[in-house]
């Protein structure tokens, strides 16, 4: 049985949403956060294993919301799930080192959020990957989308 969705544009604008950061420069993404690979994080090549570039952006968007004051634990304002998640490889990250993860919101929905990620050497413009996330604000009671709380939005605009 399938479900209705309540905001059906992201789903078409989150396909473009790689397609439209692609090529761009550092200085395009309004927040930025870096952080050193750690062992634990590579396989036996010293290369970042792939799905630790999906915890990587999380990292990442966990730094911008809690720079927008968002409170993303369970029972805060703003409970969302991820809906859509793609990783374009570009190069390998290794073992120690610095990595910038620069993030930039793509589009606020009704009640979905898109993100664009890159992931970067600390180095010049040495692009290693490209994330797209797209989450949707949820009732955690019965998982059916909600819209995005005023508040909420405000904070998510303000950053951009």
Sequence with gaps: MSQARTDP??????????????????????????????????????????????????????????????????????????VRAVVEYRKPIRADEEVDGLMRLVRIGNSSISFAIALHGADAEDLRAEIELVYVHVDLGDGKPRTIPPAVRAAFEATI
């Design 9 to 82: 544009a992201p789903a078409l604008e989150s396909r473009a949403a790689l397609g439209h950061c692609r090529g761009m420069a550092r200085s395009d993404y309004p927040f930025s956060h870096r952080f050193r690979v750690r062992y634990s994080e590579v396989d036996p090549q010293s290369v970042v294993f792939n799905s630790r570039y999906l915890e990587y952006a999380d990292l990442v968007l966990t730094e911008y919301w809690r720079k927008a004051g968002i409170n993303a634990a369970a029972g805060g304002e703003f409970d969302c799930h991820v």
